[in-house]
T-cell receptor, first 114, second 112 residues
Framework: KAGVTQTPRYLIKTRGQQVTLSCSPI?????VSWYQQTPGQGLQFLFE???????NKGNFPGRFSGRQFSNSRSEMNVSTLELGDSALYLC?????????????FGPGTRLTVL | GQQLNQSPQSMFIQEGEDVSMNCTSS?????WLWYKQDPGEGPVLLIA?????ELTSNGRLTAQFGITRKDSFLNISASIPSDVGIYFC????????????FGQGTRLTINP
């Protein structure tokens, strides 16, 4: 079974631009979560989608948004990019998104903001 | 944001040695997870723990879910070069089940 895939793997943007990242979960998984990983803050939860609905949200500004499609694929968008948004953005999928916390991560998208 | 207290932050050991790392929290968690991350890759799930007191092994790896539900440890026995990487603990909160909270990571370096 194929793992979680994320595209693109690398991205370079300039301040003020916006960016869209894509995530395809493991086949059959309905929950998709997004995390930001930086050297200073570590892994921080952004949001989680289940059946096209946002169920949980982390403490990030409204510039960070996401959505999930009927095939469980998810996108996250960051508008008005800031230098501090440079990070590895990780997507994780889970079978049911319920009591079992197992999440399986993709390879990430490395975003650099200049 | 909330983070777990993971220690040590880094370890430098000789090949063949055993390794031990742990995570503590002021909050109770439903599930404890241990991940390993290699450079340029996403975290890979190593072990998942679901019950307080549970001891689970995966090859040379052994992890335990603390009785208080506020801590967990991971042991690696007879380390080998491919064990090099960053190990993360993660807790699944009671509320917001998919909102994993991560430790800061333990960077493991092995001298052959």
């Amino acid at each position: 079974k194929a793992g979680v895939t994320q595209t693109p793997r690398y991205l370079i943007k300039t301040r003020g631009q916006q960016v869209t990242l894509s995530c395809s979960p493991i086949s059959g998984h309905r929950s998709v979560s997004w995390y930001q990983q930086t050297p200073g803050q570590g892994l921080q939860f952004l949001f989680e989608y289940f059946s096209e609905t946002q169920r949980n949200k982390g403490n990030f500004p409204g510039r960070f948004s996401g959505r999930q499609f009927s095939n469980s694929r998810s996108e996250m968008n960051v508008s008005t990019l800031e230098l501090g948004d440079s990070a590895l953005y990780l997507c994780a999928s889970s079978l049911l998104g319920g009591e079992r916390g197992e999440q399986f991560f993709g390879p990430g998208t490395r975003l650099t903001v200049l | 944001g909330q983070q777990l207290n993971q220690s040590p932050q880094s370890m430098f050991i000789q090949e063949g040695e055993d390794v031990s790392m742990n995570c503590t929290s002021s909050s109770i968690f439903n599930t404890w997870l241990w991940y390993k991350q290699d450079p340029g890759e996403g975290p890979v799930l190593l072990i998942a723990l679901y019950k307080a007191g549970e001891l689970t092994s995966n090859g040379r790896l052994t992890a335990q879910f603390g009785i208080t539900r506020k801590d967990s440890f991971l042991n690696i026995s007879a380390s080998i070069p491919s064990d090099v990487g960053i190990y993360f603990c993660a807790g699944q909160p009671i509320q917001g089940a998919q909102k994993l909270v991560f430790g800061q990571g333990t960077r493991l370096t092995i001298n052959p």
